[in-house]
């Protein structure tokens, strides 16, 4: 029977509490078919997915979804990457950064 992505979210949170591969309370990677195996769905949505990452990020987690596999972890797991600033930020700005109108950023239809 599938498991909701709440019910599947919490399986995750468990995991990431297990001690394997010689740690606990560690990021740990999951395969597509693995996911899918845990919650019992023939096909991972985006929907589905969508709901996954909402429900793990209420607990302080977060799935980051990649070509080969997911990442389970926590917010502060990621805290300790280094912060682009914004000397830099600035040096990559198109040169027409001030005339972008605001958009909910989901638009592009002037870019070819």
Same mark, same amino acid.
């Given at each position: 029977?599938? &498991? @909701?992505?709440?019910?599947?979210?919490?399986?995750?949170? +468990?995991?990431? /509490?297990?001690?394997?591969?010689? !740690?606990?309370?560690?990021?740990? %990677?999951?395969?597509?078919?693995?996911? %899918?195996?845990?919650?019992?769905?023939? &096909?991972?949505?985006?929907?589905? =997915? *969508?709901?996954?990452?909402?429900?793990?990020t209420?607990?302080? *987690?977060?799935l980051?979804?990649?070509?080969? $596999? $997911?990442?389970?972890? %926590?917010e *502060? /797991?990621?805290?300790?990457?280094? #912060?682009?600033?914004? %000397?830099? =930020?600035? #040096?990559?700005?198109? !040169? +027409?950064?001030?005339?972008?109108?605001?958009? !909910?950023? @989901?638009? /592009? /239809?002037?870019?070819?």
């Amino acid at each position: 029977m599938a &498991r @909701t992505a709440a019910e599947t979210a919490s399986v995750l949170s +468990d995991l990431y /509490d297990e001690n394997f591969g010689s !740690d606990s309370y560690e990021p740990f %990677r999951i395969t597509w078919p693995q996911l %899918r195996s845990l919650a019992a769905v023939p &096909r991972l949505t985006d929907n589905y =997915l *969508k709901g996954l990452h909402a429900d793990l990020t209420e607990n302080g *987690k977060a799935l980051v979804t990649l070509d080969e $596999f $997911f990442l389970i972890v %926590r917010e *502060k /797991d990621l805290a300790h990457y280094r #912060q682009l600033p914004d %000397r830099l =930020l600035e #040096q990559y700005l198109p !040169d +027409d950064a001030n005339a972008v109108e605001e958009t !909910d950023g @989901t638009e /592009d /239809d002037d870019v070819e």
